[in-house]
Each structure stands twice: as structure tokens, then as C-alpha cells.
């Protein structure tokens, strides 16, 4: 094959091989310049790309593409194997949506009869428009039918229900059981364990000491069962963070501090606290009217803020003896779980009237109106489970080192040249940098048609004036966003 642009380079001998198990493989034979080196007046590619297309307009918008070409790795007799993996669109039921293990977060529409990475692959518009962003299901015990729960913005001290474990909607991480192990939980966080006195002990906050002065004792939850106390200042309770903490990305202020063992991080407070949006040292069924000693206390000191659950009783487990432990949020996004005193082990604690769980976890809410009544659902979009590890005794540390994440860009410039794991996208509709919408923020999002309006490669920012870019012609080159008139047989490019 000679090139048209370079008539004297010579001819380029290759093939692609498509496999029936989606294997592909490129194979090069001849290739007399450099790949790089060729004009890309009519473009030069190398790798794959595939799009979902919608109407009106018939516009194809690209939801993932690999580029190999800025490799330069191509030469004679050179060789690239995709090996193809797992994905939520190959599996036709819904139980083998929710137990395949995959890096994707599949979900289960019955509406359209089929599994998707939140409608991100083909058949995306018939996922809108049948609502699957919100009739979707993410646990096998739920198929076929999803869950909603209703909930109602308050700032009151809630008492959280029984009946949390069906807001669970993400399978536990794959994670370690080593000691001292670390592991990248997709992206949003990299976690380390240590073990022993003189290890943990430095990232032991002693509220008791003289120089915790700030150190503050919630009388409230140190003699109640099930409670939670809102930490925002119009309720008097002046103790609201000092910072702004980074919680997947998202500046966080107000905290609420739970008998249970964990902060709730949301937004709106509703009777499924133990649900997700958590960070839960060690969520358990504490009750600290059972013990004079029992207590819950915290401090700020402007970069970091602590919350010690000290001589906690289990109820289900009044004889096993008392917990205590902290949680510790910087003002860089890291959080650490410490370990004082654990009598037990985690994974015998009994789950009937209580969730245990130890972790993370975060979530978007959709809101919609049904006979003129407004309705919040709770979607998590992502969960750290750290409890099966079976990790946890006495003096033990657990650090989770916050990692970028698209919804910490400001910028449309910051958003698409970071180095993520993620594959950030920027929408000027909204002015965010998001995953595809997988966040806090996913109502927006989608209400301003961020999904098919938003930029993924640097050239397309807006310019600094601010006016918007967008492709309006047949096709934009290098970009990711084309109109169609009409249906084409043959294709003359």
C-alpha cells in the first residue's frame, strides 16, 4: 500500500484478524517510515474506537477509544494483540450481569433486557429513554426489579432503620489479606495497611493529651444508642469543619457523627445512614448507654479532623469487652482508620439488627417527581468493603491515600490532561470535569446533555473568552462528536 502524502517512502504491507472470542490482533509486515512521521492531513490513526449514535440529528458520540499510535512502536514484523475482556453489554441475564467480576460496574435495566456500564456502549439511547439511569438493579438479589428509596432533605438528629443492606448496590473490591499490603481501588483511592504499637502509633491522634486542647466530647452520642449528630453551624453546634475535605473528589464540610461507628457524608439525611455514603472505621451496633465510659469525641486542627469512638460496647455482644478507634480525615483527601482496642474479631459480629461494615462509600442521588411528589434515590456509584479482609486487631492502621479524580479538575485544560486512571471528560454545559457523570453531580450532568455535549480531548476546551465549542459541520476531525444527514451505503472519505 503506498501513501498518497508520501509517494516515495515506499509501501506498507499489514493486516487486522478479527478472533471469534473478540480477539484482535494488528499484524505489520512492511513499513518503510515512522507512523508518527506520516501527514495527517486526512488523519492517521492507530487502534480502536467504538460510538453509540441518537436522535435527532443520527449523532454518534464515542465512548471509548485506545490509541496506540503515539507509541511509535510499529515497525517490520511488529505485532499487537488486544486481548479482549469481560464487559457488562456480554452478558444477557441478569444474574450473570451482577456476579460477573469485572472492572466495569454493570447494571441490570429490565426495561431494555440488558446489562450496561451505566448505558455507556451501543445501545446507549435506548437506555435513556427507557429510564434505565434510575430503573437500573446492581445486586443479584435484586433481580429483576430495583429498589427505590424515597428520602427527605432534614437537619435533625436521625436515628438510622434496620433494613440498609438493599442500598447496596456495588460488589466489594478485590483486595488483599496480607499484612502491611497495598491496593488502588479503582482510582479513587490506594489503601495500606499497618500492623503493631510502634507502626500504629503514628497515626494515633491522642485526643486525651494536653495539646488537644480542641478536643471535644459529644455528650449526646456518648450515652445513646443509634443516634447521629449533624455537625452544621446553623444548629449551634459550632464544631463544623475548619477545611474543605475531599471526599472521591468532592469538598466536603459538614460531617455527621454516628453511635455506630462511622461519619455520614451526604447531603440529605434520611433513615438509611448505614446505606453508602460512608466512611465506617467500623460500622457495628454500638450502644454507649451501656457503659459509663463509653464516649465519642473529635477535634480540628485546621488540616486534620478526628473522631475517637472510645470504650464502645457492642449490644449483640454486651460480654465480648469494648472497642476503641478513630477515624482521621486530612485536609488532602486522606482518611485513616486506627485501632485501639478490638476484643473481636469484625467478621463475628453479628449483622441482624445492625450493618458491620468497614470502608468507604459514595453516591449520586436522582431526583425525580411522581404525582407531584418528589422522590430522592440513592445510587452508589462506588464502595471500599475492607471487612472481609478480616485485617483488623489491636493496634492496626488502615491509610487510604486519596488519588486524583476527574471531579477535583476545575478546568477544562486540568480536567483532560491529568493523569488518571479515569477517562475524564469535560461539559461546558455544567463547567465540570467528570467519569462520564459517575458522581455526585450525575443529575447535572445528565440534565444538560453533558453525555453527549462534552469535550475528552484538550484541543476541544473552549477558548479563554469563554465562547462555546462545538462541532457543527458533517464532522469534526480529531473529535469525538459527528452529524449525520443521511443513512450511507458507500462511504467516500
Request: hydrophobic share 35%; net charge negative; with cysteine.
Amino acid at each position: 500500500m503506498p501513501l498518497k502524502d508520501h509517494a516515495d517512502a515506499g509501501t506498507f504491507t499489514f493486516r487486522v484478524t478479527l478472533h471469534s472470542n473478540g480477539d484482535i490482533v494488528f499484524t505489520y509486515k512492511q513499513v518503510p517510515m515512522s507512523v508518527t512521521a506520516i501527514v495527517e492531513d486526512q488523519q492517521v490513526k492507530v487502534g480502536l474506537s467504538d460510538a453509540s449514535s441518537s436522535t435527532p440529528f443520527s449523532t454518534i458520540y464515542e465512548y471509548h477509544k485506545i490509541d496506540m499510535k503515539k507509541r511509535n512502536m510499529i515497525g517490520n514484523w511488529t505485532a499487537i494483540l488486544f486481548k479482549a475482556l469481560p464487559t457488562c453489554v456480554s452478558m444477557h441475564s441478569c444474574s450473570d450481569c451482577l456476579s460477573m467480576k469485572t472492572s466495569f460496574q454493570c447494571q441490570w435495566c429490565d426495561a431494555v433486557d440488558r446489562c450496561s456500564n451505566g448505558g455507556l456502549d451501543r445501545h446507549r439511547q435506548a437506555w435513556l429513554l427507557n429510564s434505565c439511569e434510575t430503573r437500573n438493579v446492581q445486586l443479584a438479589d435484586h433481580c429483576p426489579n430495583a429498589t427505590t428509596t424515597t428520602t427527605t432533605p432534614t437537619t435533625s438528629t436521625t436515628t438510622p432503620e434496620t433494613k440498609e443492606e438493599e442500598e447496596e448496590i456495588v460488589e466489594p473490591v478485590n483486595g488483599f489479606d496480607t499484612e502491611n499490603a497495598t491496593v488502588d481501588h479503582d482510582g479513587y483511592y490506594r489503601s495500606q495497611v499497618f500492623r503493631g504499637v510502634d507502626e500504629v502509633q503514628r497515626y494515633w491522634v491522642d485526643l486525651d493529651s494536653s495539646q488537644e486542647e480542641k478536643a471535644l466530647t459529644n455528650e449526646t452520642l456518648s450515652v445513646s444508642h443509634r443516634r447521629a449528630t449533624v455537625r452544621i453551624e446553623e444548629e449551634g453546634n459550632t464544631v463544623r469543619l475548619t477545611f474543605e475535605f475531599p471526599f472521591y473528589g468532592h469538598l466536603l464540610r459538614n460531617i455527621t457523627i454516628a453511635t455506630g461507628g462511622f461519619l455520614f457524608t451526604g447531603a440529605f439525611l434520611h433513615k438509611w445512614l448505614t446505606a453508602t455514603q460512608y466512611i465506617a472505621p467500623l460500622m457495628a451496633n454500638f450502644d454507649t448507654s451501656m457503659n459509663k465510659n463509653a464516649s465519642v469525641k473529635y477535634a480540628d486542627n485546621g488540616t486534620s479532623f478526628t473522631v475517637q469512638w472510645n470504650n464502645m460496647p457492642l449490644k449483640d455482644h454486651a460480654d465480648a469487652g469494648t472497642f476503641t478507634f478513630q477515624v482521621t480525615l486530612h485536609s488532602n483527601g486522606d482518611i485513616v482508620f486506627t485501632y485501639k482496642q478490638v476484643p473481636m474479631s469484625v467478621t463475628a459480629i453479628v449483622e441482624d439488627q445492625h450493618p458491620v461494615k468497614v470502608g468507604l462509600s459514595d453516591a449520586y442521588i436522582g431526583e425525580r417527581t411522581i404525582f407531584f411528589v418528589r422522590r430522592k434515590t440513592i445510587y452508589e456509584y462506588h464502595k471500599i468493603d475492607m471487612k472481609k479482609r478480616n485485617m483488623i486487631g489491636n493496634w492496626t492502621a488502615i491509610l487510604f491515600k486519596a488519588l486524583p479524580t476527574c471531579v477535583s479538575m476545575h478546568s477544562c485544560s486540568d480536567c483532560l490532561s491529568m493523569k488518571t486512571s479515569f477517562q475524564c471528560q469535560w461539559c461546558d454545559a455544567v463547567d465540570r470535569c467528570s467519569d462520564g457523570g459517575l458522581d455526585r453531580h450525575r443529575q447535572a450532568w445528565l440534565l444538560n446533555s453533558c453525555e453527549t455535549r462534552h469535550v475528552q480531548l484538550p484541543d476541544h476546551c473552549p477558548p479563554p473568552d469563554g465562547i462555546l465549542y462545538y462541532c457543527i459541520l458533517y464532522y469534526c476531525i480529531h473529535g469525538t462528536l459527528f452529524y449525520l444527514a443521511d443513512p450511507i451505503d458507500d462511504v467516500v472519505y
